[in-house]
């Protein structure tokens, strides 16, 4: 199936590059005509269709993206700048397109370029851009601070370095950027020594990653910059931890299993008859199960006031088990199964710090997806 579907793609791969154009011509997607006709004349450059549908369609696609551009500039749409320069590019990479190619020439020896005129456009854009930014910045919002540094990221993107647009998103991400204390309170218990530090490791990096692409700093109180103002506090600590909770077991089972051979005897006449019979045995199954369970509370709270905005519990438990048997009887009474499981011996369990660490699995999956789940917004 993937190999035929891999030989669809080749070909249709191979049909759209040895196309002419004509069709997308006739369907009015002149842009797409046009390099269609082109890359047939790197290949075949006396192809008659290629060669027709890039003399028809050039013409027709500057007057199309020239009459776009008249048609945005009169509009209202405060984008229009924007859209202008999208139009602009289009029509010069169709410029460079046949600039490329000797065949192309031929038929269009004078194709217009429009450099100046895009950066006169990315100009305008970046100004529009650049003086939303101002205004959303000045009016002292965090969720404004994030709409201004989207504004001047544009302008950036239009004129690498216009005017001081660095400067202006630093201001508007440290402005816009929520600051999260953490406090990862440690464990503690008078039952058991274990030591959380991999968790909160575990969560410090996951945290240090969400942040990067997102306006949500979060840092710790041994943080040098832990001293500044922070807007709120995610408290992480463990309410309550059971580890190596252990549960035995004994079952005893009377097994039988009729139509066994046991052997043969030899009859009067000289033939040989197997001999089948019911055979027993008594089978003793021990099991031990060590639970450990643990519960982890999260809140979010205002750094302001000391409200609570968040407050979330994550269960996690894990189960240990060993299991292991013998026989006194028969083996042919008992199943495959049950011969492997006389098979072994009983295990030791592992350490508590081995079963405090696979309770914090899933606590560490539900309380990363509910930390991305609340700071993802912003």
Not at 82 to 110: G, K
Not at 147 to 159: R, T
Request: charged share 25%; net charge neutral; proline share 4%.
């Amino acid at each position: 199936m993937k190999t035929r579907t891999l030989l669809i793609a080749i070909i249709a791969f191979a049909a759209a590059s040895c196309s002419s154009g004509k069709k997308q011509f006739e369907r009015g997607n002149y842009r797409e005509a046009l390099h269609q006709a082109i890359n047939r004349l790197q290949s075949s450059p006396n192809n008659k269709k290629a060669t027709e549908t890039l003399a028809r369609a050039y013409p027709m696609a500057l007057k199309y993206y020239l009459r776009q551009i008249d048609n945005k500039l009169e509009s209202h749409d405060p984008h229009q700048w924007e859209w202008v320069v999208v139009h602009y590019q289009d029509l010069n990479r169709v410029y460079e397109a046949i600039q490329r190619s000797p065949a192309a020439l031929r038929w269009v020896p004078n194709p217009q370029p429009f450099y100046r005129e895009l950066k006169e456009a990315q100009s305008k854009a970046a100004e529009v851009r650049y003086q939303w930014g101002v205004e959303a910045l000045n009016r002292q919002n965090k969720a404004d601070a994030r709409l201004a540094f989207e504004h001047f990221e544009v302008a950036q993107n239009m004129i690498p370095g216009y005017r001081d647009v660095h400067q202006k998103m630093d201001e508007a991400w440290e402005q816009g950027t929520v600051k999260v204390l953490v406090d990862m309170v440690p464990v503690s218990s008078r039952h058991y020594r274990v030591d959380a530090d991999f968790f909160q490791q575990a969560i410090s990096r996951y945290l240090n990653d969400f942040e990067s692409t997102r306006f949500v700093d979060f840092i710790t109180e041994e943080d040098p910059l832990a001293s500044r103002h922070w807007d709120q506090i995610l408290k992480v600590q463990f309410e309550d931890f059971v580890v190596g909770h252990t549960h035995s077991k004994h079952r005893q089972k009377r097994l039988s299993r009729d139509s066994v051979s046991v052997g043969s005897v030899t009859l009067e006449d000289g033939s040989v008859k197997e001999v089948y019979q019911t055979v027993y045995a008594t089978l003793n199954l021990f099991s031990k199960e060590v639970i450990s369970d643990g519960l982890v509370s999260m809140q979010v709270i205002d750094a302001a006031n000391g409200g609570v905005l968040h407050h979330q519990e994550f269960p996690g438990s894990f189960t240990w088990v060993s299991e292991w048997g013998h026989f006194n009887g028969d083996e042919r009474a008992l199943s495959k199964k049950q011969v492997r499981l006389c098979q072994r011996r009983e295990e030791l369990p592992p350490p508590p710090q081995a079963l405090f660490h696979e309770i914090t699995k899933p606590i560490h999956h539900q309380l990363t997806r509910q930390i991305s789940h609340l700071y993802g917004v912003y």
